[in-house]
């Protein structure tokens, strides 16, 4: 109650107690609105620190794994370098056996008594298979790995004309040479005296062979000029490999390779 004077020096009051009473609720009203609000920014905050948070835990284990990835990485190409590294020094190291090579370093010179080996400079081993196989690939791979090159130089068909051949030795400055056949092994009956022709010297390195029994052979070949063994290639998907025809196929070849002690592979 706030006392007021009037024109006789009389005090009259007025009641302010209404007024008072809602300013006071305004101002209550106001002051939890404010709080309302401190209390939606403080929380909008606390969520944006969580996210920042979350965030920034999230990037330390994205780095974290990056660094192990790349770790592990660097251990891997580290292992691939050392595993090159082996396979170099093995590489090198057979070579390296094999440019020394000496005639009866693996055999006993013993296991050839009765044949005359004096004059042995060289091993020939015949790389025989259906045209398409793969030999020439694989006489390519072994001068590539020998000489340290790009490139073989056995040409991708070897075949002459039709129904000829031209027999040719490859890498001439190993004791080894691999002798390089036109496509055999095709259900045809001439092609084992053929092949017999080939593996006594018979037939040498650059002839032209007709499939005739009128060529010119070469008489009593010495043992240095036969064939002192023979590698078979056939592609894996040959369905006669599959199906097991041509092992009953090779079978006389076999024979004909264990009657004269010449390894095949």
Known sequence: MIPRRNSSSQYT???NTEKERREAEEKEVKRLENE??????????????????????????????????L???????????????RLDVELRRRRDRLFRYKFGDKNRLDNFKGLDIDDVTQLRIGVFGPTGSG???????????????????????????????TLQDYLPELFFHLVDTRGFFYYHANEIVEF???LYGKT??????????????????????????????????DI??????LRDYLQPVRDILRKNGIVHF
Do not use: W
Not at 49 to 59: D, I, V
Not at 240 to 245: K, V
């Open 36 to 69: 309302r609000k401190l209390r939606e920014i403080e929380e909008e905050l606390r969520i944006q620190k969580e996210r920042e948070e979350e965030e920034e835990k999230l990037r330390k284990e994205l780095r974290q794994q990056r660094k192990k990835e």
């Open 135 to 165: 030999k020439s690939c694989f006489i390519n791979t072994c001068e590539r790995v020998v000489r340290q090159t790009d490139k073989g130089s056995v040409p991708d068909n070897t075949r002459g004309g039709k129904g000829t051949i």
């Open 196 to 198: 017999q022709k080939i």
């Open 13 to 15: 009051y007025v009641d």
């Open 71 to 85: 770790l592990e990485e660097e251990l891997r190409r580290e292992e691939e370098n050392r595993k090159h590294l």
């Open 240 to 245: 006669r490999l599959r199906e097991g025809d």
């Open 204 to 237: 040498q390195p650059g002839d032209n062979i007709a499939c005739s029994a009128e060529q010119q052979l070469h008489k009593c070949p010495a043992f240095g000029q036969g064939l002192h063994g023979v590698i078979m290639v056939v592609r894996a998907n």
